[in-house]
């Protein structure tokens, strides 16, 4: 497929686990954005890739979130020790060149914690 | 500190009529502002934007106004479909970083 994917799609864990979430943006796209939507919120920024730069980190909500970008494509961000409030609907989306141009999204994994 | 709202968590228009969607704004050095459209069960898409030198843009049955001095956006969709019906999000750009609206449902009813 030509668009951003993301898997899972539905994540479901215990209080305390860790998970892992994977965005594939699309081919050709160097920058890459994490974002999470919780219930009747906006989207949250969370985390930024543009190349081979240093990451902007400066939208993780604590050091339990950390993310990484493998050869300038595929994403994982982690969750560690998960808590209820991380239930959410987390957002991956690439853009060609710089930050200017047009975002585009994944359809999201929606973590619930129990 | 909410620096983007969209105070209208829902609206419904009927078919074929204008659906007016608006977008404040608090943060001037905002210099683009975007539109994108939400379905149940997938991401955002894109659908119209703006820069902050434009008072207005037009894309089909979308036009989006900017009013700087009101720090005031919002989208106009003509005639309304109903494949309109979605979750519509505003966005304001600052450096690369998207700052997001709650949201606004809009629902069209035939």
């Known amino acids: 497929g030509a668009g951003v994917s993301q898997s899972p799609s539905n994540k479901v864990t215990e209080k305390g686990k860790d998970v892992e979430l994977r965005c594939d943006p699309i081919?050709?796209?160097?920058?890459l954005y994490w974002y999470r939507q919780s219930l009747g919120q906006g989207l949250e920024f969370l985390i930024y890739?543009?190349?081979?730069?240093?990451?902007?980190k400066s939208g993780l909500p604590s050091d339990r979130f950390s993310a990484e970008r493998t050869g300038g494509s595929v994403s994982t961000l982690t969750i560690q020790r998960t808590q209820q409030e991380d239930s959410a609907v987390y957002l991956c989306?690439?853009?060609?060149?710089?930050?200017?141009?047009?975002?585009?999204f994944g359809p999201g994994t929606r973590l619930l914690v129990l | 500190d909410q620096q983007v709202k969209q105070n209208s968590p829902s609206l419904s228009v009927q078919e074929g009529r204008i659906s007016i969607l608006n977008c404040d704004y608090t943060?001037?050095?905002?210099?683009?502002f975007l539109w994108y459209k939400k379905y149940p069960a997938e991401g955002p898409t894109f659908l119209i934007s703006?820069?902050?030198i434009k008072d207005e843009n037009e894309d089909g049955r979308f036009t989006v106004f900017l009013n700087k001095s009101a720090k005031h956006l919002s989208l106009h969709i003509v005639p309304s479909q109903p494949g309109d019906s979605a979750v519509y999000f505003c966005?304001?750009?600052?450096?690369?970083?998207?700052?997001w609206g709650a949201g606004t449902k809009l629902i069209i009813k035939p």
């Open positions: 989306a690439s853009s060609q060149t710089t930050p200017q141009e047009t975002q585009y």
């Open positions: 081919s050709g796209h160097t920058a």
């Open positions: 890739f543009q190349g081979n730069s240093a990451p902007d």
């Open positions: 966005a304001a750009r600052s450096n690369y970083q998207l700052i």
């Open positions: 703006i820069s902050s």
């Open positions: 943060n001037s050095m905002f210099d683009y």
